[in-house]
């Protein structure tokens, strides 16, 4: 936090309650101008100070807080987490920059970084750009931050890019348009010469035909000539012949009217000329006459309705368009997905913040110390699902577990804006995932069929039907692949599978590549993760495992996985002051027997003993696997799950895996067996 905000131009100053910051170098080195101090907080801590920002590890109920919270509520200055500061950033991107990526958050108390590293996967499997961030690491700010940095880099290499291709293209259409020129001008000069051959052939031809005439009619003169002189000699010695012959002229009657001065395109017109002068019109020609003057009248009509009809260019209305929407920034390092992992810490008192979709997978004790009472931890995981007044973000929801069913939120009346309108009951959309059967269009759940357990999701029959609330919907179960196909282990396992599913799809990601990618998934180091096989016996290393409700979904995933099998379990460590009564039900049921070590074996045996498990206690974890094989018996699992905190005896849970992997392998060894 301290360098996202120093990043954005703030002065930081950084309280740390531990004496000896073990990051206090790292903080001077990296933002420069901080200050870092420790010891006693006051109001007076809070002078110069505009904002603060708590980290996660932070209790709000840490009474060394108390004093600085308090003058900070009276002087309303903000106190906010990393999560509001991520949010902000978001929403300072989307105005400026139009980035609005999809946001997936997961939380529950387990299974949070196998389903969070899954969804990330499938995302990316569909073809998303994904960053996946938050509890899981690295951090959101250093991510967005990097992100920022990285597109700020692509965004300068690619506006020089485009520089050099305007110049590019403009040096190119500048040679095309000389080209052009040069072109139009060859093509004008050859136009020209042609024209003028052109001209000078038709000349040539038009003189030459000329000529031919001449010539044609000197000679039809000549004949004509000729002829007319036969004919006078022939006249004449007729004449000789008969002197007394007279001459007839033919002589035409006086009221006779010419037809060829008689020119009129109206029928009327000729009848009453033809009554006048006592004639007859033929019947036809006036009939034609009608016709013709019908034709041209309509034809008149139409020309004067087209143009009645035509309105001049700078007067016609211009043709309203829809343009197409804008199309999205395409960022080629801002993901278009983020996946984040979320605890309770992060989000316990978050302030502004809204996902797309979001689930909290399930909730058992945990983190007691911290918040204080169940209520309280549970509310910390709601607000996941959003802090606005109607959030728009999808609520995956565990049907399995009751106290997740009980974060979904009542019906919203919303008023009415308008006078006429009737207020309408708005209710969040809610999408199911659990081990049955699913109940609702668009939940997924877990069904057997011929003896083989299937990964489904249920859809509408027929959604066109519209239905009244309170019926029951028809559905239609699609198979999706059979949940051996998983890689990873255990019904626990296929529980988180069906949430990562049900969460991408909810945003618009597609199923199918999905399940390509969940057919991929290996897993996370640590979580029921298989170590290998001696003989018949196969060891899990879940050694993440460390509250009960991790060891009870541990249990019961891979206990019924491997039925009519038991398992061996490990047990044992820091128990955080937890109720280990959960344990008693999933270890009678699927435990052979338990080894126990740690600080807080004796409050794990008394469950056991309740259980009826036989169990022995052991002083190193080493002890107790070797212990554990012995007592498998045919093909039995060993399974370290201590449902305990490692740091009574370990470094950390990485550390105890190490460690029961070796002893693992120590045991191959003296068997002279390879593991499998």
Known sequence: ??????????????????????????????????????????????DGIARVYKSPGLSPSDARLA?????????????????????????????????????????????????????GQLVERAGRSVAVAGNIGPTMLDTLAAAIAAQAVADVEAAEQAAAQALIDAEEAAAKAAQDAIDQEAARVAAEKQARLDAELAAAAAAKEAEAQAKAQAKADAAAAKAARAEAKAAKAAAKANPDAALEMPVEPEDAIDAELVETDDADELRELSALDGSDVPAQLADDVDERHADEQLADEVAEVQEAARLPDDDAPAIALIPPPPADPVFSHLPQVWVLELSSFQLDEVQDFNPSAATVLNVTQDHLDWHGTMAA???????????????DTVMVINRDDAAVEAMIPP???????????????????????????????????????????????????????????????????????????????????ASNALASLALASSVGIPLAPMLHGLREYRGEPHRVEPIGM?????????????????????????????????????????????DFAPLAEPLRRHARAAATIG????????????????????????EA????????????????????????????????????????????????????
């Open 1 to 46: 936090m301290a360098r996202w905000c120093a990043g954005q131009g703030a002065r930081v100053r950084v309280w740390d309650s531990r004496e000896n910051p073990p990051q206090a170098a790292a903080l001077a080195a990296e933002v420069a101008g901080s200050a870092l101090f420790s010891g006693e907080l006051s109001a007076g801590s809070l």
């Open 67 to 119: 004093p600085l919270l308090q003058a900070a509520k009276l002087a309303n200055v903000p106190v906010r987490g990393e999560l509001d500061l991520f949010s902000q950033a978001l929403a300072q991107l989307k105005a400026e920059r139009g980035y609005v990526p999809k946001i997936l958050a997961i939380t529950g108390t387990n299974g949070k970084t196998t389903t969070t590293s899954l969804t």
């Open 377 to 391: 931890y549970a509310a910390a995981k709601a607000r996941i699902f959003g802090t606005d007044a109607m959030p």
């Open 411 to 493: 019906p919203v009346t919303i008023k009415p804006t308008r006078r006429g309108e009737r207020a309408k009951l708005v209710s969040r959309r809610v999408v199911r995932f659990g081990l049955d059967a699913p109940r609702a269009p668009g939940d997924f759940g877990l069904v057997d069929e011929g003896g083989m357990a299937w990964l489904v999701r249920a859809m509408e029959l027929d959604p066109t039907i519209k239905r009244k609330a309170g019926d029951e919907d028809d559905l239609v179960i699609q198979r999706l692949m059979p949940a051996d196909a998983l890689r990873i282990r255990g019904r626990h396992n």
């Open 534 to 578: 001696i003989g018949a016996v196969e060891f899990f290393d879940d050694s993440k495992g460390t509250n009960v409700g991790a060891t009870v979904a541990a249990l019961n995933g891979l206990g019924q996985d491997r039925a009519p099998s038991k398992l061996v379990v490990i047990l044992g460590g820091d128990g955080k002051g937890q």
């Open 599 to 622: 600080k807080d074996a004796e409050g794990l045996e008394a469950v056991l003993q309740a259980a009826g498990v036989r169990f022995e206690r052991h002083a190193t974890l080493e």
């Open 625 to 676: 696997t070797r212990w554990a094989h012995k007592q498998a018996e045919g093909s039995d699992a060993v399974l370290l799950s201590p449902a305990c905190a490692s740091l009574d005896m370990f470094r950390d849970y990485k550390h105890r895996a190490d460690v029961f992997v070796a002893a693992v392998r120590a045991i191959a060894d003296d068997a002279g067996e390879v593991l499998a």
